[in-house]
């Protein structure tokens, strides 16, 4: 479930509240936390933020590999390989979590992602569509596609780069590492720490009462302006189009269910690189 709260006056705080799967997004979640921000109304910041002691350890990875099986079904009949996911089949969770980054990006108020844990693959991205981020000294983030075979929207390769720059981009989505919160600040990717991950929301709805108390419409008009400045250096509709086919053809490939499975039995993947 998503949990929205208001702890301070003007100041939402949305938790995602699946503990037992440390907080892994499905369609569901994604829904859920989408239409919570679609609605937020009477506030200047929003915190974002996972309960217990992950941020957001990324999709669902068993729902993931159940829409694997029904893409399965959908692709028997076309030449695509056994287990693959088609563009447009079984993958419920990309469209859902894609509308949810948007919804982050383009809500006019400050969105801080309250990062008190680790944070990783689909809850990076979620932290990096925010437009802030506390971290907690023990976090850990990282987007681990490349063990997985999975490849990134041409969106959220983008603001990954937008943020932390191509090096760092290159260093975290082709090697699949993850970093300590130590590392991510040096990357960029963290604008003030926290010593635990107890204090992390503390801090931030902290720093969001204080964007509360500034002017509104300064504070809209400055994201409004820094997304607009992220769209026009973006990609063009050409390098979009290829980067979506590299999505595509990762989500109908072997390597994506061998990923799955291999991280559901606990083993290192063979991939194959069809």
Do not use: Y
Request: charged share 25%; proline share 5%; aromatic share 2%.
């Amino acid at each position: 479930m998503i949990r929205w709260e208001e702890p301070a006056p003007e100041v939402a705080l949305a938790v995602i509240d699946r503990p037992e799967r440390r907080n892994a997004l499905d369609a569901e979640h994604c829904l859920d936390l989408l239409g919570r921000v679609q609605a937020a109304s009477g506030i200047r910041a929003l915190v974002l933020t996972g309960e217990g002691s992950a941020f957001c350890s990324g999709a669902d990875l068993g729902r993931r590999a159940a829409d694997v099986g029904s893409g399965a079904g959908s692709a028997a009949g076309s030449g695509a390989p056994s287990g693959a996911l088609e563009e447009g089949g079984g993958d419920s969770l990309r469209p859902a979590f894609e509308r949810l980054l948007s919804a982050v990006v383009d809500l006019p108020v400050p969105v801080i992602a309250a990062v008190n844990g680790p944070a990783l693959g689909a809850g990076l991205q979620l932290a990096v569509a925010c437009d802030l981020r506390v971290v907690s000294a023990q976090a850990r983030l990282g987007i681990p596609a490349s063990k997985l075979g999975v490849v990134l929207g041409a969106p959220n390769v983008a603001r990954l780069a937008g943020v932390v720059g191509t090096a760092w981009a290159r260093d975290l989505l082709i090697t699949g590492r993850t970093v300590d919160a130590a590392e991510a600040d040096r990357m960029g990717l963290v604008h003030r720490t926290a010593p635990d991950a107890a204090s992390t929301v503390d801090v931030a709805i902290e720093w969001a009462t204080e964007i509360s108390g500034l002017a509104p419409l300064t504070v809209a008009g400055h994201k409004r302006a820094l997304n607009l400045v992220a769209e026009a250096a973006a990609l063009g509709p050409d390098a979009r189009a290829e980067i979506e086919r590299l999505e595509a053809e990762a989500f109908a490939s072997r390597d994506l269910s061998e990923g799955l499975a291999a991280f559901a039995e606990k083993r290192t993947p063979r991939f194959e690189g069809r």
